[in-house]
C-alpha cells in the first residue's frame, strides 16, 4: 500500500520569507502522480502543484514549486515570498496512475502554515 | 469552469435514520467521482471510488452497506449514510475527475459536515 508521509505538523514563517514543506512517500509502483493541495479554513480543497514520476523537471507555478526526488520518494514544497493568503493546512498526496488517468488520491496528515505578519 | 458542488452542505440526523449527500459536477462530465472523509483536524481518507453506470469500489475498512454510492449520471453521484451512528459524524468531501482527455486533475467539492446525534 501507499503511503504518504508529512513529518511537520505546523511550520511557521515570515511573510515575504522562504518556507519548504517536507513530504516523503512510499510506493512500489513507477508511475504515478504526486499533487500538494491547500485547505483554508473554508475546508476547500485548492490544488497549488502536480508532479508526474515520469517528468525530471519540478514543477513550478508562480510562487511555489517542488522539489522532486525520485529515488528518495521525496517531494517538498517550496513558498516563496510568504503572503498572509497563503496560510492554511498543506496536504500532499499521491495517485498511481491508471489507464484513464489519476486515480484516487492518498494524503499525509497535512502541515498547518502560519504565515507572521 | 470545472465546479463541483455538494449538497448539503451541513446536515444533522438523528441516530439509526439515514442521510443522502448529493455530489454534481456543474460545467462537466466526470467519468469518475472520489469520495473521502475528513475528522476533525485530521486528514483525508478515500472511502470509495464511483464510475457513472457501475458498482463503487470501496476502500478497505470501508463498510458498503453502511455507506452507499450511487453514480446515475455523468454528473451526479450520492452517498447515502445508512443508519447513521455518532461515530459517523464526519466531514465528506466529493471530488470529480473530467472526461477530457488527458485532464486528470481532480476537483473537490466544498464539503458536507454531517452531524449525528
Known amino acids: 500500500a501507499q503511503t504518504v508521509t508529512q513529518s511537520q505538523p505546523e511550520m511557521s514563517v515570515q511573510e515575504a520569507e522562504t518556507v519548504t514543506l517536507s513530504c516523503t512517500y512510499d510506493?512500489?509502483?513507477?508511475?504515478?502522480?504526486l499533487f500538494w493541495y491547500k485547505q483554508p479554513p473554508s475546508r476547500q480543497m485548492i490544488l497549488v502543484i502536480r508532479?508526474?514520476?515520469?517528468?525530471?523537471q519540478n514543477a513550478t507555478e508562480n510562487r511555489f514549486s517542488v522539489n522532486f526526488q525520485k529515488a528518495a520518494k521525496s517531494f517538498s514544497l517550496k513558498i516563496s515570498d510568504s503572503q498572509l493568503g497563503d496560510a492554511a493546512m498543506y496536504f500532499c498526496?499521491?495517485?498511481?496512475?491508471?489507464?484513464?488517468?489519476?486515480?484516487?488520491?492518498?494524503f499525509g496528515k497535512g502541515t498547518h502554515l502560519i504565515i507572521q505578519p | 469552469g470545472a465546479v463541483v458542488s455538494q449538497h448539503p452542505s451541513w446536515v444533522i440526523c438523528k441516530s439509526g435514520t439515514s442521510v443522502k449527500i448529493e455530489c454534481r459536477s456543474l460545467?462537466?462530465?466526470?467519468?469518475?467521482m472520489f469520495w473521502y472523509r475528513q475528522f476533525p483536524k485530521k486528514s483525508l481518507m478515500l472511502m470509495a471510488t464511483?464510475?457513472?453506470?457501475?458498482?463503487?469500489?470501496?476502500e478497505q475498512g470501508v463498510e458498503k452497506d453502511k455507506f452507499l454510492i450511487n453514480h446515475a449520471s455523468l454528473t451526479l453521484s450520492t452517498l447515502t449514510v445508512t443508519s447513521a451512528h455518532p461515530e459517523d459524524s464526519s466531514f465528506y468531501i466529493c471530488?470529480?475527475?473530467?472526461?477530457?482527455?488527458?485532464?486528470?486533475?481532480?476537483?473537490f467539492g466544498p464539503g458536507t459536515r454531517l452531524t449525528v446525534t
Open positions: 471530488s470529480a475527475k473530467s472526461r477530457l482527455a488527458g485532464r486528470d486533475e481532480q476537483y
Open positions: 464511483s464510475n457513472e453506470g457501475s458498482k463503487a469500489t470501496y
Open positions: 498526496a499521491y495517485s498511481v496512475y491508471s489507464g484513464g488517468g489519476a486515480d484516487g488520491l492518498t
Open positions: 460545467d462537466f462530465q466526470a467519468t469518475t
Open positions: 508532479q508526474e514520476a515520469y517528468k525530471q
Open positions: 510506493t512500489s509502483e513507477s508511475d504515478y502522480y
